[in-house]
């Protein structure tokens, strides 16, 4: 049976609005996997820039820790410096003030001459010689004589051996030290050095750790006491 013109148009028609709808629908499919895709693409973007914002901000901040500590660490160092430089001043200053009231030391001649006749005593002592030069302020050229006539005797009965003392008058200490003397050798290889300066640093040195602990306490920190 034939389809007339009406019937042709009508089924064209149809397939026309078939084939519209399934582009429709195949465009809807499409239009909604590209958004489901630009979502998920998107979700995606902005977690890993999340991520990249919070590990710089957390590398900034360990930075920043980083940072305080190692000022804090500064201003410690710097403040026990301060401390350790503040102490060494006083200490100075204290043997400094010895050290001035030594010269006063020379100024009682009886006082003086004993503690001459023990610092030349102590050198022989030290030398063990048989030949020794004795240095001293030119000043005291006559006290220390008298200090070695006192002291060879006292040195030979308690050595066992004899010495011959010369007092240097070519070469003296320096006439605005504090006084004592210098011992040497024959050969002059040997010297025991008995000035009052250096009985001052010697007994300075050996009284540090008390000296140390009268001014500024124990040390918390110290395991071993000799």
Known sequence: MA??????????KHMMAFIEQEATEKAEQI?????????????????????????????????????K?????????????????????????????????????????????????????????????????????PQDRLLVEAAVKKAIPEYMTVSQKRVKVQID???????NAAGGVEVY?????????NTLESRLELSAQQKMPEIRKALFGANPNRKFFI
């Open 3 to 12: 389809l007339s013109d009406a019937d042709v148009q009508k089924r064209i």
């Open 31 to 67: 239009d909604a996997k590209a958004e489901e895709e630009f979502s998920i693409e998107k979700g995606r973007l902005v977690q890993a820039q999340r991520l990249k914002i919070m590990e710089y901000y957390e590398k900034k901040e360990k930075q920043i820790e980083q940072q």
């Open 69 to 137: 500590k190692i000022q804090l660490s500064t201003m410690r160092n710097q403040a026990r410096l301060n401390v350790l430089r503040a102490r060494n001043d006083l200490i100075s200053e204290l043997l400094n003030d010895a050290q001035l009231r030594l010269a006063r030391t020379a100024a009682d001649p009886e006082a003086y001459q004993r503690l001459l006749y023990k610092l030349v005593f102590q050198g022989l002592l030290r030398l063990l010689e048989p030949e020794v030069t004795v240095r001293c302020r």
């Open 169 to 175: 008058r070519e070469v003296h200490l320096a006439v």
């Open 185 to 193: 050798s024959g050969n002059q290889r040997i010297k025991v050095s």
